[in-house]
C-alpha cells in the first residue's frame, strides 16, 4: 500500500538507536561451523535506511561489509519471478510458514520434496537451481544484480568464506540430493549447492543492502528500472512477513509488524511499503538465527517511527 | 499504520462482487461432522464493509446470520489479551504459524503442550481458559462483548447447533485432555471444550462481523471505547496475517494481502488498517478450510481497491 | 517352537540373581503421576519361575503383590484374540513397533487412529473397548481370567490407586478421544479409560503373574484348558518380544532374547517358549519405563540358563 | 538357544513350496529407479536350506544369481562386530526398530544423526562407514566374505548394476550428507554411498545364500571357524527379528517367527537358530519391499515344519 506517511527526521534516531543497541558486551551466538562469521567483533552494529524519495540515512558501521547470507533469498526470489513468466517456480516451491527450522528434513519428506517457501534453505535451493537453468554461474549473476540496484562497485563474493562454508555444508548437500531424489532440481546437486553459498557469501554494507531493497518499497521500481511488477513485489513482502525471519516469523511480526529477512551474518533488511527499506547489522545472534540487537533495534525503530503494516 | 487512504465508491464495487462471486453451482466442500453447516444453502453470499469513518457498506446476503466458528477466536483474543495486564497468557501460547493443521496435536507434544498460536484449536482452547477464570460461562460473555461492539442484539448462540457439534468434538475434547496432561489447562477439560464449542456457535451477519471487528482497525478503540491498546490492536492483526487462514494463511497473505480469520462456517473476517474492516461469507469451503468464494472475493477486492497492508 | 531344554536347578540361581540384583541404593526412577507406586520401597525385588513341567521356583519378595499395569496388555490380548473368531481386532490395531513413546498420539494422527500395535497405550485401549462388548466391566473379567490361569483368590483391583492414577490420566484420556475421533473407539471415551486404568491396577505377586502367563509357554493350554490357539500363542510372543518393552524392545531383544511385557509398576513378564514363563518384580524404572533391576536381572537370569529364542 | 529339533525330510517340502509359490502371473512391484531388479523375470522362484548338520536343499531357480541388495547388511554388521572389540559401532547406530521407511530421514534428524539400527539405510551406511577404517574397498571385502562363507568362487559385484544404481542414490547421498552433517560419517560421503551401493550389488544364488547364513544358525561359527561369538549370533538374530523386514518386522515376526533379513531384489534370509539357515528369492514385491512369494512360502514353510522361535 502506498501511504502518505512522511518519514520523521531520522538522522538523530539512527544516532540514538545505534547508542542504545550496540552490544556493550559479548552475547547471543555465532553461527556453528562458519568461522569467519564467528570471528566477526561482536560489537559491530550498523543500520541503514533507503527512502523512496531517494534520500539515504545511516548511522554506526552502516559502511562495513558483512556477509548477506540469507538475505540474498529475497534477491534471488525477485531475479527468479521476473523471468518466471510461466509461473512454473510456485510449482516447485510452496508460499506456506514452514513451523520447523530453516534446515530442517522432516518436512521435506513428509510433503514430497516440495519445499514450504523459497526462504528455507530447501526452497532457495530450488530458486538457485531455477535461476541456473539461464547461467551456470548464478552467484555471478545475482552479484550483478546486487551491484546495479546498490549502484555501488562494493559488493564481492568472499570466495575464501564461501570455500570455508562448502567445506562445512552437509546439511546442504543433504537437502540437495534429497531434492534431487524427488525430482526436484535440475542442475548437479552440488553445483547447485556451490552457487547457494557463493550467493550467500556476498558481502555487502548496511546502505548498500537498503538500496538494493529499495524496490520492493516501491512497487517493484527499482534504481534502474522496473525490477518486478507491482503484485509481485507486494507478494514478496508478503513472503517476507510470513516466511523471513527462520521460525521466529510470528514474533518478529508481533513485536516489528514489517516484512524482513534476516541471514546468520546478523543482517536484517526491513521493508516499509511505500516508505523506505532499512538494513541492520550486528553480528552475535538469538536461539532462532536473528540478530539479537538487530531484531531490538528494529522494534526499537517501529515504535519511534510508527512505522508498521499493521 | 493510519493511511491518509480515501475509500473509493464501495456500493457498486460490493455489489459487483456479489454477482461475480455467488456461487452458481455446488463446488468446495461443507464441514464434516457438523450437520447444520452442512445444511446452509451453497448459493449464499454476502459481504460488509465497516469503515473508520463510521459508513457500513454491504451487498447480497449480509444481513443473514451464519454461524462464526474460529472467527470467534479473534475476539476470545482481544478479550484475553485486555485483561491480562501480567502477560501470563503468552507464556501459554505462541505467536508463531503452525505449519500443521489447525487440528493437530503432533506439533502439541513436540512442543509440550504449549500451542504454537492462539488461532489453532489448541492454542483457542487455551484462551478460553484463560477467559473462564473471570466466569465460568465464558460463550455468554463472548456473546456479549459481540453483541456491544456489534452495536446489535442480533448475536445469539445456537444451543442446538452446539449440542450437536459437541457430541462430535471428539478431537477438540483430545486437545483438551492433552493441554490437561502438559498443566496448560486449569479448568475442567469438558468445561473448556462446551465453552469453546458454544462460542464457536455464535450466529451474527456480516455486517455486524464487520462492525464489531472494526475495533481492530481503529487502533483498538471500538464502539464503546478502548478494546485492546493500539500496540494489541497491530499485534493481533500481525497474528492474524501469519496465523488467520488454517495452513493457507501465506497463500491468503500472498494473495490478499491483508490479516484475515476464517471459519468453518464459510465466514471471513478481514481488517484493512486504518481503514475498514470486512466480513465475507460464502458456505462452501476449500481444502483448506476457507471460504471459496470468499476468499476469491477478497483477492477481487483487494486488487479493486488497492488494499493491501504490502 | 517346543524344545526338549531342560531346565537347570533353579533355586540357587535364583537366590544368587536376588543376591546380585535385589537394589542396595535408591536409583532410577517412579512413575511420574501415579503417588502409589511411587511410594514402593526402592529394594523390592521378586523373581519367579513357573515351568511347563509344573514346577514353580521363586525367590526375594516373590509373593508380596504388586501392581501389574502394562502387564495387564497382554492378557487383555490374549482374552480378545480368543474370541476374536472374525479377526476383526486386527483391523483396528497393527502388529508393528511403534519407534515412539507408549502414549505418543504423533504416530496415531498419522496413521489416522489405527494404533501400531496392542502394547502401547492407544492399541490397549481399543483392545479394553473390544472387550466391553461382552461385558461393561472388562476390568473384573480381566481380574477373573487372572484369578483363574494363576490358580489363586490374590489378584485384586486396587481401587483407591485406581481412582488415583484416573485424576491423573489426561494422556489417556486425550487417547480415548483421539481414537473416537477416528471411529476406532465403540464405547464412551471415559468408560473405556476406566476400565483401562482399573486393569492397570490389579495386584498381584511374582508367583501368580508366572503361572497366569504360563499358557504362553504352553502353546495356548492353561491351567484350565485351552486359552489361544497354538498359533495365537506364538504370535503374543512375537508381539511381546518386537514391542513388549516400549521403545526398548530391540535393547530386551539383544540383551535377553525372549518374549517379554513389562509394566511401570515394575514387573517383567517373559516367555521361554516350551519351557517357563517368568515373572520379576523391582519398581525403579529405567529410562524408558522398564524396571532397572528386573531387566538386568532377566540378561544375568538369560546368560546363566541359555534360554533365549535365538 | 541350541535346539534338539530333527528336520522333517526337506526335499519334497521344498519342491512343493516352488510348485504352490511360483508366481504364475504378474503381481506385486519392482523396485523404483533399479531398472535391472524390474527387469528380472517375475516368476523366477528359488529356494534353498543349508542345515547345521552340514546339508543342503534346494529346489526351484535356488541357483540362479539375484541381487542381495540389503541381505549384504546382516554380513556388513558381522563383519563390523568382529571386529570392534571396542563397542564403539553401538554408540553410532542404536538397536530399535525404527517404525518409520527404510529410507526416512525424520527420524535420523529427530535423533540427532544417530540410525535407528543397522538394517535402516542410514544404519547400514554407518556401518560401511566402520567397515571402510579399515580398507576403502569395503565393498571387495564384503565379497571376499561372502565367497568364504558360501564356499563358492560364484559370488560377484554386478558393477554395470552398481553403476546405474549410484546414478539414482540421491536419497542414499542426501542420508550419508546428513549423517556427515551430524558427525557420524568419517569417510568421505560419496565414497561411503559407492561401497554401500557396491556391496548392494553382490549378484548370489538362494543355495550360496543360505550357506553364507549359516553361521548364525551355528552360534556364530561359519564355515571356516568362528565368524562372531555366540552372543554377537544371538544378537543379529534378535535385531533381525525386530529389525530386519522393514517396516514390516513385526507382521513377519507374527507370521513366520523367525528372524530375517530381506532385500528389494526379492530375496530374504531367515535364521532357524540350531537348526539351518533359509535363503527365498523371488523379484516381486509387496508395499513395504519385502518379496510377496517369498514372504508367503517362508509361512508355509514355518507351519510346516514347525520351525518358530515362539
Chains 1, 2, 3, 4 share one sequence.
Not at 152 to 159: A, H, K, L, Y
Request: hydrophobic share 45%.
Amino acid at each position: 500500500m502506498t501511504t502518505a506517511l512522511k518519514a520523521p527526521p531520522l538522522d538523530p534516531i539512527l544516532d540514538d538507536i545505534v547508542r542504545s543497541h550496540r552490544p556493550q558486551q559479548e552475547t547471543g551466538s555465532v553461527p556453528a561451523n562458519i568461522p569467519l562469521l564467528a570471528a566477526v567483533p561482536f560489537d559491530r552494529f550498523g543500520i541503514a535506511v533507503a527512502t523512496t524519495s531517494g534520500e539515504v540515512f545511516s548511522s554506526g558501521d552502516a559502511d562495513v561489509p558483512f556477509s548477506i547470507q540469507s538475505i540474498s533469498k529475497v534477491f534471488t526470489l525477485a531475479m527468479a519471478l521476473r523471468g518466471d513468466s510461466s509461473g512454473i517456480l510456485w510449482s516447485r516451491v510452496l508460499r506456506e510458514p514452514s513451523g520447523t527450522s530453516f534446515n530442517s528434513l522432516v518436512q521435506l519428506e513428509l510433503e514430497h520434496g516440495i519445499p514450504r517457501n523459497p526462504f528455507i534453505n530447501a526452497g532457495a535451493l530450488v530458486v538457485t537451481d531455477h535461476l541456473m537453468e539461464e547461467t551456470s554461474d548464478a552467484a555471478a549473476q545475482v552479484l550483478r544484480f546486487l551491484t546495479a540496484q546498490a549502484a555501488s562497485t562494493g559488493p564481492f563474493i568472499d570466495e575464501a568464506a564461501a570455500a570455508s562454508e562448502l567445506a562445512s555444508s552437509s546439511r546442504n548437500r543433504a537437502l540437495a540430493h534429497f531434492l534431487k531424489g524427488f525430482g526436484n532440481l535440475k542442475q548437479p546437486a552440488e553445483s547447485v549447492v556451490q552457487n547457494y553459498v557463493r550467493q550467500c557469501s556476498i558481502m555487502m554494507t548496511c546502505v548498500e543492502l537498503a538500496k538494493a531493497g529499495l524496490f520492493l518499497a516501491r512497487d517493484g521500481h527499482g534504481s534502474l528500472g522496473t525490477v518486478v511488477s507491482p503484485s509481485d513485489a507486494k507478494r514478496i513482502g508478503s513472503i517476507m512477513l510470513t516466511c523471513g525471519m527462520y521460525d521466529a516469523a510470528g514474533e518478529f511480526a508481533y513485536r516489528v509488524g514489517l516484512p524482513g529477512k534476516s541471514g546468520v551474518g546478523g543482517g536484517i533488511l526491513v521493508i516499509v511499503p511505500g516508505v523506505c527499506a532499512i538494513c541492520v547489522w550486528s553480528p552475535r545472534l538469538d536461539a532462532k538465527g536473528n540478530s539479537l540487537a538487530g531484531t531490538a533495534a528494529l522494534a526499537d525503530l517501529s515504535d519511534r517511527t510508527g512505522w508498521s503494516v499493521f
